[in-house]
């Protein structure tokens, strides 16, 4: 009976405690080993680009960025070194513009 304790409260425990070192969104390798977008918090386009879903290449397009556009960069997303991409968020006036206008999206850097 203490044994079956004492081995449940180990178990919650390291349940409680446990993921707070696992990272949020799955495990990914060290992104200082990639040096872009490390200093950088916000940029504006200086081409068009595509909004998407998710990171990747066939996801739904939200839409379409036009050169001049501000972004915040809110996440990195590293699949492999040729494929980087970046969870941005539009600068938006949300009083003046649509409230249910997409401003957060995923963009292939």
Not at 12 to 23: D, E
Not at 57 to 67: G, R, W
Not at 83 to 104: C, G, M, Q, S, Y
Request: charged content about 20%; aromatic content about 8%.
């Amino acid at each position: 009976m203490m044994k079956h304790l004492i081995k449940n409260i180990c178990l919650i425990g390291f349940a409680l405690i446990g993921p707070i070192t696992l990272p949020a969104g799955g495990i990914q390798r060290n992104l200082n080993e990639y040096k872009i977008l490390n200093n950088s918090k916000e940029i504006i386009l200086n081409a068009n680009c595509s909004l998407y879903t998710f990171p990747k290449t066939k996801a739904k397009k939200l839409m379409v960025l036009t050169s001049g556009s501000s972004l915040s960069i809110l996440r990195k997303w590293v699949v492999n070194e040729s494929d980087i991409w970046a969870r941005v968020e539009l600068a938006t006036n949300r009083f003046i513009e649509h409230p249910n206008r997409v401003t957060k999206g995923w963009i292939k850097m």
